[in-house]
C-alpha cells in the first residue's frame, strides 16, 4: 500500500492561492500606507467588505489548516483601525506563506516547483 503524501492538496487550492495572495499582499500594502499616515483613523464599510471577501476566500483555502484559528474577519460593525486592519491581514499574509510552505515545492520526477496535489 503506497503511503499518503500529507503535502497533498487540490490543484484548485493552489489556484486559488496563486490568484488571492497577490491580492492580499496588495491589501496589506495599501493598509500598511493607511495606517503610516493615520493609524486610528477607522475603515469604512466599503473597505472592510472588500477586505473581508478576499479574508474569506483565504480562510476557504486554509480551511483544514491550524492556523485558521488564528484568524478572523474584519468587524464591519465597529469598523476597526487602520493598525488594527494591518495586525489581522497581516495573519493571513504569514498563514498563507506557511501554508504555500506545506504544499508547494521542487518536484524532481518533473524537475520544477509544482504545487502537491492529490489527483
Known amino acids: ?11 484548485t487550492k493552489g489556484e486559488q492561492y496563486e490568484m488571492l495572495y497577490p491580492i492580499l499582499k496588495t491589501l496589506l500594502s495599501e493598509i500598511k500606507e ?6 486610528d483613523n477607522p475603515l469604512n464599510k466599503l473597505k472592510v467588505g472588500m477586505i ?3 479574508l474569506e476566500r483565504v480562510k476557504i483555502i486554509l480551511a483544514n489548516d491550524p492556523t485558521t484559528q488564528f484568524l ?6 465597529t ?3 487602520n493598525s488594527d486592519a494591518v495586525f489581522i491581514i497581516s495573519h493571513y499574509d504569514a498563514a498563507m506563506k506557511q501554508y504555500k510552505d506545506k504544499h508547494y515545492g521542487y518536484n524532481n520526477i518533473e524537475n520544477k516547483h509544482t504545487w502537491f496535489t492529490s489527483n
Open 1 to 11: 500500500m503506497a503511503k499518503k503524501n500529507n503535502k497533498a492538496i487540490k490543484m
Open 34 to 39: 493607511l495606517s503610516k499616515k493615520k493609524p
Open 52 to 54: 473581508n471577501k478576499v
Open 72 to 77: 478572523e474577519l474584519l468587524d464591519d460593525e
Open 79 to 81: 469598523l476597526p483601525s
